[in-house]
């Protein structure tokens, strides 16, 4: 079964930094697009960052140039450093892997969810 172990989150003042990771077990990953997600209270779920298997990434227009993408394919571990914090960056931030076919348990897996808050 696939898991996403997600940590990083937490309390941070607006201006400051916070790194989220994403540790992926129980499949095979090299050919998975991974990304994050993020949920504020009474707002749907939007894409935050993704990153296809040979490096593609894409960002929200909201976070360009603020926050960077990054995986450690070695150990199936996904990345989001988020610099320049602002209080509206404050959400539960998912986790997101798709596992194509032809590996062990395809399918879209998402992490538990961890908090960023950013105070003002």
């Known amino acids: 079964q696939v898991q996403l172990v997600e940590s990083g989150g937490g309390l941070v003042q607006a201006g400051g930094s916070l790194r989220l990771s994403c540790a992926a077990s129980?499949?095979?990953?090299?050919?998975?697009?991974m990304g994050w997600y993020r949920q504020a209270p009474g707002k749907q779920r939007e894409l935050v960052a993704d990153m296809s298997s040979i490096g593609y990434t894409n960002y929200l227009d909201s976070v360009k140039g603020r926050f960077a993408i990054s995986r450690d394919y070695a150990e199936n571990t996904v990345y989001l450093q988020m610099n320049s914090l602002k209080p509206e960056d404050t959400a539960v931030y998912y986790c997101n892997v798709w596992v194509p076919p032809g590996n062990s348990h395809p399918g879209n897996y998402w992490g538990q969810g961890t908090q960023v808050t950013v105070s003002s």
């Open positions: 129980g499949s095979t990953f090299t050919r998975s697009g």
